[in-house]
């Protein structure tokens, strides 16, 4: 084993999560983003009011907007508090404000922020595949800071409210609850209110001409559908089956934290974007009439738990989030469609798992990212969700149900660390799990097998030689269907040697019958 990836593992696993980024001055309390939109052109107009903790003694804080260049980005116009001027710099794409007097440790303050300019990115202003002209915001991971100021970070999570001023002629979609929608001189004023921090990757706001629709009520909790007219009844039918899937979650996880759900067909980059209470798809491919997106729409919807409210501290832990998603979906579908379904799909992310080493060899925890786009790969979505479903297999579906309630409960509102999970399924099953988290998660790759076996008539056994060929060898359970009869074999080194006894020679012996391992390789007979 190598020891400096089982030393930076060790160092990650025993990390509390932090509610900031270490040396952070500031805790985001509440946003309020006033956004005025037109048609006439690209420019915003913003006003930020946020409320700030210091949880350090200073003079000045930083925050990230990105600086007007080529004509985009945004134009700082006045930082005030109180009525009262502070003084700022805007460059390289931080706001620096400049308190006269220091602030202490403790204090809270409300600064208000008045900008302008053209976004770059992250609020995206295009025309829809119908060529209606639409706004979306687009902020995953570290984009919000394009179109307003902010700690750009999922760790520093804060309420919010968004007031978007627009022509009349659009609806507009948000986190949270609507508390105001007025028209006047042609313009629409509408105001959404969210009282759960939410980290800046989820804020979202949504401008467009759009159907809407009542899918019906989960726990009182309303379900809607917005999606473009010219599809609403495909989109309507389509995205009903939030009604479906949001009450499994709910039993089987944790209370919805949100007011509502609104599922949003939307123009930006992402298939699926599980911002908070209002969850984008793409309207590429997410409406088809035939409920096709039944995947997605479970991956997204899982995401308001896994994501949105236990949410990674950093992004190198982004397989809580995608890991999560991708196999609460699988189980769901076992729910739904029975284990036969769910076997295929583990199956088919076995496989881009496999493929992707075959391009880039690295841990999921990887802190070397440093763009993280970069992390929506097999590794975060299609391996994070096999190590829950080898976890699963290891304690069992009651231990490990009652490790992912007792997981969010904890952090629901909060962030984690990959440590953390661990921590509390050792204290749920009693077991130690560090090898475990450390084998699957820190360090690159999978088994690779070379198993082989043969019969032996005079001893009526098959001996079976199970070889990894990886550098270094993993400890796993390993099912074998021998016949008719299904054993579990120990692989604890680099070469196992396995005598089992059968009455006659087996026709075919298989390596993990019910797909519960993540490896590469082959069985075959010898002579």
């Given at each position: 084993m190598n020891k400096v990836l089982l030393l930076i593992a060790s160092t990650w696993l025993a990390l509390a999560a932090n509610a900031q980024r270490p040396g952070a001055v500031i805790d985001i309390q509440h946003y309020t983003f006033s956004i005025a939109l037109s048609d006439t052109s690209d420019l915003i107009k913003g006003n930020a009011a946020i409320e700030l903790l210091f949880i350090k003694d200073t003079q000045a804080i930083?925050?990230?907007?990105?600086?007007q260049s080529n004509h985009k980005g945004q134009t700082v116009l006045q930082v005030t508090e109180n009525g009262k001027q502070v003084a700022f710099t805007h460059t390289n794409n931080q706001l620096t404000l400049h308190f006269a007097i220091p602030v202490k440790t403790g204090e809270r303050r409300k600064?208000?922020?008045?900008?302008?300019?053209?976004?770059?990115?992250?609020?995206?202003?295009?025309?829809?595949?119908?060529?209606?002209?639409?706004?979306?915001?687009?902020?995953?991971?570290?984009?919000?800071?394009n179109w307003f100021p902010c700690v750009d970070h999922p760790s520093d999570k804060a309420s919010l409210d968004f007031i978007v001023t627009a022509p009349a002629h659009y609806q507009v979609i948000a986190n949270g609850v609507k508390t105001e929608d007025t028209t006047y001189n042609q313009l629409r004023r509408t105001h959404y209110t969210e009282t759960t921090p939410l980290s800046t990757k989820i804020m979202v706001i949504g401008v467009a001409e759009f159907a809407i629709q009542q899918s019906g009520t989960v726990n009182n909790i309303p379900v809607s559908s917005w999606v473009y007219p010219e599809e609403k009844d495909k989109g309507f039918y389509d995205y009903a089956l939030a009604v479906e899937i949001l009450p499994y979650f709910i039993k089987n996880v944790g209370p919805y934290a949100f007011k509502k759900l609104a599922n949003v067909e939307s123009t930006t980059i992402f298939g699926g974007m599980e911002n908070a209470s209002a969850i984008f798809y793409s309207d590429d491919a997410s409406i088809t009439g035939t409920r096709k997106s039944e995947s997605l729409l479970t991956h997204e919807i899982a995401h308001q738990w896994f994501g949105d409210m236990a949410t990674e501290a950093d992004w190198s832990h982004l397989w809580l989030s995608e890991g999560f998603a991708t196999y609460m979906t699988v189980l769901f579908f076992e729910h739904k469609y029975g284990s036969d379904t769910a076997k295929k799909m583990l199956t088919k992310d076995r496989e881009k798992v496999i493929e992707f080493t075959k391009k880039k060899m690295r841990p999921v925890v990887d802190s070397s990212v440093t763009n993280y786009m970069e992390l929506l790969n097999a590794?975060?979505?299609?391996?994070?969700?096999?190590?829950?479903?080898?976890?699963?297999?290891q304690l069992g579906d009651t231990l490990f149900w009652k490790g992912i309630q007792t997981y969010y409960s904890r952090y629901s509102g909060k962030n984690a660390v990959t440590g953390d999970l661990c921590k509390v399924m050792e204290e749920v099953s009693g077991k130690s799990l560090q090898p475990f988290f450390q084998q699957w998660l820190f360090r690159a790759g999978h088994p690779k097998l070379d198993i082989t076996w043969k019969y032996n008539g005079a001893k009526n056994e098959v001996n079976i030689t199970v070889i990894q060929q990886q550098n270094d060898p993993y400890q796993f359970p390993l099912e074998l269907q021998i016949g008719n009869e299904t054993k579990q074999v120990a692989i604890n080194s680099r070469e196992t040697s396995l005598a089992i006894p059968v009455k006659t020679k087996p026709a075919t012996i298989i390596a993990d019958p019910n797909v519960n391992l993540l490896f590469e390789g082959s069985i075959k007979e010898v002579k």
């Open positions: 930083t925050l990230d907007l990105i600086s600064i208000e922020i008045i900008y302008e300019g053209i976004p770059a990115d992250g609020l995206v202003i295009t025309k829809n595949k119908y060529g209606h002209r639409v706004f979306f915001a687009d902020n995953w991971p570290n984009r919000a800071r590794n975060s979505y299609q391996k994070g969700g096999w190590v829950l479903h080898m976890l699963r297999r």
